[in-house]
């Protein structure tokens, strides 16, 4: 029966090489998009899973620059995939799904005290409702800096419904918000991180450039524009060590090759 003895030493030395290799191989070249919702020491009606509280967001900031990460735009990306900007050596962009007030009144003048840029994505139809973002907030975060992006009008899973109502989600809440006085929408975050094959043809006939999912992994030129992958980053019960986790989970995936699709319910 000592065979099994060599079985298992045999098994522990290839996890040994295979985890020195992941550790060791550089990291991926590639832009890494954070996922964020509430920026809060408040609990949400869930228990706080989205909630990330300021102290900790800043020590997330703090990590990231001092690892050399630059903050990037949506557009920044997508105009360096054209040519027609460079990319910092190591780029990263922060989304902010839902529209919540904090993002205005915690998170913006985080931002702005390191000289960082982030995305939101705004559910239209909650313009305005308590705990969410008001037009005249959304214009002022678009004139100092914020990219504002479309997460539909009613946040609904868009797999749950049909084409043609698809179709509504993603037209509506974009003119609805150039219609009110906001720069072109042209970056969108699917709700629920819910998507299907047809959805990127669809979010490019209706004048989009790129798109967010609930992927996690590091994307280049080559990813699909419409199927961007992001690191999320939900309440950190363990504090940066978690945070640090999750980016190393994402580079490790892409050395892989490996992409969940990864839909919240
Ligand atoms: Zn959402």
């Given at each position: 029966m000592h065979y099994v003895k060599y079985v298992l030493g045999a098994l522990c030395f290839a996890l040994m090489v295979f985890l020195s290799w992941l550790a060791l191989t550089p990291a991926p070249q590639g832009v890494l998009?954070?996922?964020?919702?509430?920026?809060?020491?408040e609990t949400d009606s869930e228990g706080q899973p989205y909630s990330v509280p300021p102290a900790e967001f800043a020590a997330q900031l703090d990590y990231l620059q001092q690892q050399g990460y630059t903050t990037i735009s949506m557009q920044d990306f997508m105009r360096a995939k054209k040519g027609k900007q460079e990319l910092p050596a190591k780029p990263v962009i922060l989304t902010?799904?839902?529209g919540y007030e904090d993002n205005y009144t915690v998170l913006l003048p985080m931002l702005e005290e390191r000289g960082m840029k982030g995305t939101v994505y705004m559910v239209t139809n909650s313009i305005g409702r308590k705990g969410y973002l008001s037009w005249n907030q959304l214009r002022d975060m678009q004139n100092r800096g914020i990219e504002l992006g479309s997460h539909t009008a009613n946040h609904q899973p868009l797999t749950t419904l049909d084409r043609e109502k698809q179709?509504?989600?993603m037209k509506l809440s974009k003119l609805l918000m150039e219609w009110n006085g906001l720069k072109t929408i042209f970056t969108f975050s699917y709700p629920n991180g819910a998507y299907d094959e047809g959805m990127p043809q669809m979010l490019?006939?209706?004048e989009y450039l790129t798109a967010v999912t609930g992927d996690g992994g590091l994307n280049t030129f080559k990813t699909n524009p419409y199927l961007l992958q992001r690191t999320n980053i939900p309440y950190p019960?363990?504090?940066l060590t978690e945070f640090k986790l999750r980016l190393f989970k994402s580079e490790a995936m892409t050395k892989l090759g490996i992409r969940q699709h990864i839909v919240n319910e």
């Open positions: 998009v954070l996922e964020y919702h509430h920026i809060s020491d902010f799904d839902d179709a509504e989600e490019a006939e209706n019960r363990f504090g």
